[in-house]
């Protein structure tokens, strides 16, 4: 994949990328962020004169590692005190609207 | 009473004139009588904490905070008990367990309060972002408190709880214990598990105390820190008692003060105030001395693409389906394709109808960034210069034991002043985030009053694992002043 470079964020993306997060905008919402981010971008473009040959990237801030523990079965949260918080269950189960076709 | 510190208290349940009952009732009746108007409480846990302080009462429980009623912000579970991020998509949420500062908390013997507002998913600066509406400052109720722990330091500041935990992943404990004159104090990351913890940004988040006076800060740090086998960043290290830090002689301390920090958008009150307490521990016997930090000017521009990043992908947990809030709309439009499965439509519903704005504009902002093609020039850029950031911090702690600066640009500002401009708010965090990015410990103290009257914080930075560096310049600067001495007058 090539490296696209910062851009500005047209209506369009926005909605894109709103798709891409599972979020339903309302056209007002979709053209105030673009306004707002654009602000927010445009300062963030700075970022680009900075120098960073060479230099490692910190995802994390201290240098830990995979952690291992023993596998031990523990017990889990009971499955009603887990469901108890469930817009919508049947039995055991978390319910969801249709995922399939009606055939 | 109302004002009195943890030690305070402990020291007067010790010698026998004072009971937990009667402060937690107290408490209660200011809270009725003040909240309405300062709005720091998103619920109220009244006879849960009197039934609490009559049990310890009549059992003689010990612990290090025995009696002690604290309010804990609303992104901690806390078992059985609303837990919403002040967010709508977590609408009536119970826990079905304890955060692990909880369990730790009730075996010291503290007594829950409720919890405390904050900006929706600590998303903010100001404590405006929350479904339930903004905390005032009890300094002046026409003034934000500060944000995201906004609640948890109003609550602390106007006399509504006795000490608070909040959680820090740009400065939301220091901005705000800052900006309503109390101690507030973000831990090394790694340092207090986040077990529990309703994440924001993994690699910055960390769990911390807003107190009246740097003792309690100590003693609650006593309490919540240590190693947690449930939250794999929580680190070994063994917890010192952090009580013993607290020594009002810092002579030959070597203090370093980052001309970065005073450039720009500084107020002039701020800085004449935070330069006064720098010349104050200069009497005490600190060496102090001119450093550099050069990469701060870029904090903010890396605090924006790698927290908003972590957050789209933390709350993308929020879907309607396991917990809170999911959209009424039953009636789903005929699926033509995949894409309009019922299902995705009830996602896409959900999250557009369950989040506030604040909360939208962060997961857009981070899914740009993490987006197929953006991820180089935004996101691993963004890391890469976090690493730069952190070099600055390691090199000046080589020759330096703690580094001081002001905790905010400005005092409180006016409620609604900044809500339409989202980079201005974005702008007051510019002290507090080089801390979360480096993930060094860090602490604000109150370190004086604006000529209208709104406190000024004073942030101390050290080396990771050295809070006690903090305790003990923090200690020391507040027993040579009176300034958490004063309180609000409601």
């Known amino acids: 994949m090539q490296s696209k470079q910062p851009s500005e964020l047209k209506e369009d993306q926005i909605r894109y990328v709103a798709k891409l997060a599972h979020l339903s905008l309302t056209e007002e919402e979709v053209k105030l962020y673009s306004h707002q981010l654009n602000d927010v971008l445009g300062y963030m473009a700075e970022l680009a004169k900075v120098n960073v040959e060479k230099i490692e990237p910190t995802f994390h801030p201290l240098p830990i590692h995979n952690v291992f523990r023993e596998d031990e079965v523990k017990p889990s949260l009971p499955v009603e005190k887990v469901l108890e918080n469930a817009p919508a269950k049947e039995s055991s189960f978390f319910k969801v609207p249709r995922v399939l076709p009606p055939v | 009473m109302t004002f009195d510190t943890a030690h305070e208290l402990l020291e007067q349940y010790r010698a026998g004139g004072l009971k937990p009952t009667r402060v937690v009732s107290s408490i209660l009746e200011k809270i009725e009588q003040l909240d309405s108007k300062i709005h720091a409480y998103v619920y109220v846990a009244g006879e849960r904490a009197l039934a609490e302080a009559k049990e310890i009462e009549q059992t003689r429980k010990k612990g290090p905070l025995a009696g002690i009623p604290i309010v804990i912000k609303d992104n901690i579970c806390v078992e059985e008990e609303v837990t919403t991020c002040a967010s709508k998509i977590l609408e009536g949420f119970r826990p079905p367990y304890n ?294 911090f390691d090199r000046a702690f080589e020759s330096y034991d703690c580094i001081v600066t002001p905790t905010s640009p400005t005092p409180a500002f006016k409620i609604g002043e900044k809500t339409s401009n989202p980079l201005q708010m974005y702008l007051s965090d510019i002290y507090t985030i080089s801390a979360n990015l480096a993930g060094i410990p860090a602490m604000s103290v109150p370190c004086g009053f604006t000529k209208q009257g709104l406190p000024v914080g004073l942030q101390l930075l050290a080396k990771p694992f050295a809070e006690e560096t903090l305790f003990h310049v923090g200690y020391a600067y507040e027993q040579a002043n009176e300034w958490h001495k004063r309180h609000p007058v409601l």
């Not at chain 2, 409720?114 to 400052?137: I, L, Q, R, W």
């Not at chain 2, 299902?343 to 962060?362: D, I, N, P, S, V």
């Not at chain 2, 935004?378 to 600055?392: C, E, H, P, S």
């Open chain 2, 99 to 392: 955060a692990a500062v909880i369990e730790k908390l009730k075996t010291a013997g503290a007594i829950l309060l409720g919890k405390s507002n904050m900006d929706e998913f600590a998303f903010g600066s100001s404590c405006e972002t929350s479904v339930y509406g903004p905390t005032h400052n009890p300094w002046n109720l026409e003034c934000v408190p500060g944000g995201s722990s906004g609640g948890s330091a109003a609550a602390v500041a106007g006399g509504l709880a006795v000490m608070a935990l909040g959680s820090d992943t740009g400065g939301s404990i220091r901005q705000p214990a800052a900006l309503c004159g109390i101690v507030g104090m973000k831990p090394t990351y790694g340092r207090v598990s986040r077990y529990g913890l309703i994440a924001f940004a993994s690699s910055l988040d960390q769990i911390g105390p807003l107190t009246r006076d740097v003792r309690d800060a100590a003693l609650l740090m006593n309490v919540i820190a240590g190693h947690d086998g449930r939250d794999s960043t929580s680190v070994e290290t063994p917890v010192p008692d952090y009580t013993k830090a607290l020594s009002k002689e810092i002579k030959g301390m070597k203090i370093g003060i980052p001309k970065e920090y005073f450039v720009g958008g500084i107020d002039p009150e701020v800085e004449k105030i935070v330069k006064e307490a720098i010349h104050c521990l200069e009497k005490l016997g600190a060496k102090v001395e001119p450093i550099s930090l050069p990469n701060t000017e870029h904090a903010i521009s890396v605090y924006y693409i790698v927290a908003p990043s972590e957050a789209s992908s933390n709350l993308a947990r929020f879907d309607g389906v396991q917990y809170g809030f999911r959209t009424q709309r039953t009636a789903y439009s005929v699926q033509r394709s995949e894409e309009q499965e019922p299902l995705r439509q009830m996602y896409f519903a959900t999250r557009g109808e369950g989040f506030g704005k604040e909360a939208k504009r962060r997961i857009i902002l981070g899914t740009y960034a993490l987006s197929s093609g953006y991820y180089d020039a935004y996101y691993l850029k963004a890391q890469k210069v976090r690493t730069l950031i952190k070099n600055d």
